[in-house]
């Protein structure tokens, strides 16, 4: 079974829109869960973790998500979005089964931001 | 901080031949390494868990005698595609957890074979 899922393939949002990627999880215990950014041809860039406390998370470049442990979700959000936003976001897990020594992703999901 | 690094950045070989990729974390040390494989639009497959000073630890299905790593020293960690075919033409990534659960990216190696 997938541990993460991202159930859009794309997200079309207008700049200075606020933007949301869905993400769900399906483990059981504590997750820590995470947010990446690709930029075509490069490697994945950090932006965000839950790994306990406050369910709210502050990252990079303005983005934020929230740990819902009831709904099991983690989508990632910005109240204004730009159009440099546009990229692929991968949502990520690490499972407490697997001793949290693993990163399982998502599908991942495309960002576009439109001038 | 925290920056790894992948050389080459792209690569073209003949079938039949083999490929190095190297791994470098440039300003920490990194126990452990991974490698991934990205085919065009789709997510990351982990082909590999690299421990310094110790044996890869494979993913189901993915051939370690076609794919060989090691890990010599807490900054290098090389993927050496052997005998390599078109089928193993892809993005491979690789990356170091960090403190505190995060992992950091290389910034990947486009392998060609023809």
């Known amino acids: 079974a997938q541990s993460v899922a991202q159930p859009e393939d794309q997200v079309n949002v207008a700049e200075g829109n606020p933007l949301t990627v869905k993400c769900t999880y399906s483990v059981s215990g504590n997750p820590y869960l995470f947010w990446y950014v690709q930029y075509p041809n490069r490697g994945l860039q950090f932006l965000l973790k839950y790994i306990t406390g406050d369910n709210l998370v502050k990252g990079s470049y303005g983005f934020e998500a929230e740990f819902n442990k009831s709904q099991t979700s983690f989508h990632l959000k910005k109240p204004s979005a730009l159009v440099s936003d546009s990229a692929l976001y991968f949502c990520?897990?690490?499972?407490?089964?697997?001793?949290?020594?693993?990163?399982?992703f998502g599908k991942g999901t495309m960002l576009l931001v439109s001038p | 901080g925290a920056v790894v690094s992948q050389h080459p950045s792209r690569v073209i070989c003949k079938s039949g031949t083999s490929v190095k990729i190297e791994c470098r974390s440039l300003d920490f040390q990194a126990t452990t390494m991974f490698w991934y494989r990205q085919f065009p639009k789709q997510s990351l497959m982990l082909m590999a868990t690299?421990?310094?000073?110790?044996?890869?630890?494979?993913e189901q299905g993915v051939e370690k005698d076609k794919f060989l790593i090691n890990h010599a020293s807490l900054t290098l960690s090389t993927l050496t595609v052997t005998s390599a075919h078109p089928e193993d033409s892809s993005f491979y990534i690789c990356s170091a957890d960090g403190q505190q659960y995060e992992q950091y990216f290389g910034p990947g190696t486009r392998l060609t074979v023809t």
């Open positions: 690299s421990n310094e000073g110790s044996k890869a630890t494979y």
């Open positions: 990520a897990v690490r499972d407490p089964y697997s001793g949290y020594s693993t990163l399982t």
